[in-house]
């Protein structure tokens, strides 16, 4: 990323760039940013926008040959082409002799490090990975972000704001969007101020119902599940994430049984390592054995559903209530 920085600084910008990784709203920042210094403003004759996989690879290598017209360069943005995990060899055969006047940018969600394309444009132009960021980074990005606007957040009340919404940056953005249009002309965010208006996400919603079935609240449980289908959540799709729910658990009991490190079943489980202190609890009051029936029912109520012996909504029902008979 500071490489991107210090090329728009100098003016002196690389042939091509593969913007690659997980991270949706940094990704977009650096192409944006990449796009105001490359891109004379409503210059549509030598800017050119591809999404999607079905793009033509010769189409673009034609473009990227022609001359721009009356300007200093021809920039071409690419979206998800794909192309960095097959497909990719004419592209990069191309890279190899690059039309100089031309800018190529590539925005991928997934890549494969051994494609001869990834390889290619590494050794002549710029690949940068945007990961998730850890917690620390994020909560120092909330915190600039707010004081920007004038305003204070305590690092408890930022971690309950991870924990309700999660770590994607372009969910966490527009959620402080929100708190900061709440919170008006005061100073401080308080813990009441992001529970009034920053949406749980779904997986949150499954967490808390997790909990209320381990904690035999069978009432609270339900008004959860009838919640999230308010909330046009498809039953199938609870069932997935009740099902992940309780792989996660058995992942997180197994690892640290095992000896392993907080960072380390953050990493295995896929979550923030903030987070790992709440699936382990969560997984403590549970058995084993339960977990492992859970996800049998889980494939069971999936059954019923698809071969139309049962609806969805009541087959999801009975799965979430048939565990209170453990």
């Known amino acids: ?14 042939p091509a760039y593969l913007l690659y990784g997980e991270e949706r709203y940094l990704k977009r920042q650096y192409r944006d940013r990449l796009k105001t210094a490359l891109c004379a403003p409503g210059d549509n004759m030598n800017n050119h926008f591809y999404e ?26 690419m979206d998800d ?7 990719g060899e004419q592209m990069a055969e191309y890279l190899g002799a690059q039309n100089e006047s031309t800018v190529l940018i590539f925005t991928e969600s997934e890549v494969d490090k051994r494609s001869k394309l990834f390889k290619t444009l590494q050794g002549k132009g710029c690949a940068v990975e945007f990961a998730a960021q850890d917690e620390k980074t994020l909560k120092r990005w909330v915190a600039g972000t707010l004081g920007k606007e004038g305003k204070k ?3 408890n009340t930022v971690e309950l704001l991870l924990n309700k919404i999660g770590t994607d940056m372009e969910n966490i953005h527009t959620e402080l969007e929100k708190l900061i249009c709440y919170c008006m002309d005061r100073e401080v965010v308080e813990p009441q101020d992001v529970e009034a208006v920053c949406a749980t996400r779904i997986s949150n919603r499954i967490f808390d119902m997790v909990t209320a079935i381990a904690e035999k609240r069978q009432k609270d449980a339900l008004e959860l599940y009838y919640d999230l289908l308010t909330l046009k959540e498809p039953p199938m799709r609870i069932l997935f994430l009740i099902a992940r729910q309780c792989n996660l658990l058995l992942q997180a009991r197994a690892m640290k049984s095992k000896g392993a490190s907080n960072k380390e079943i953050a990493s295995g489980l896929g979550v923030p390592p903030f987070a790992v202190g709440k699936y382990l609890s969560q997984a403590s009051r549970f058995k084993s054995a339960v977990l492992r029936r859970a996800l049998s029912r889980c494939v069971e109520a999936e059954e019923t559903v698809k071969t139309g012996r049962m609806n969805d909504v009541m087959s999801v029902e009975i799965l979430i209530v048939s565990v209170f008979e453990e």
Do not use: C, H, Y
Request: glycine share 10%; hydrophobic share 40%; aromatic share 8%.
């Open 1 to 14: 990323m500071q490489r991107i920085q210090n090329d728009i600084k100098s003016g002196q910008f690389q």
């Open 52 to 77: 999607g996989k079905n793009v033509s690879v010769g189409e673009i290598i034609d473009l990227a040959e022609t001359l721009p017209f009356l300007a200093q360069r021809r920039v071409i943005f």
């Open 81 to 87: 082409s794909g192309l960095f995990k097959s497909g």
């Open 153 to 155: 957040i305590t690092e």
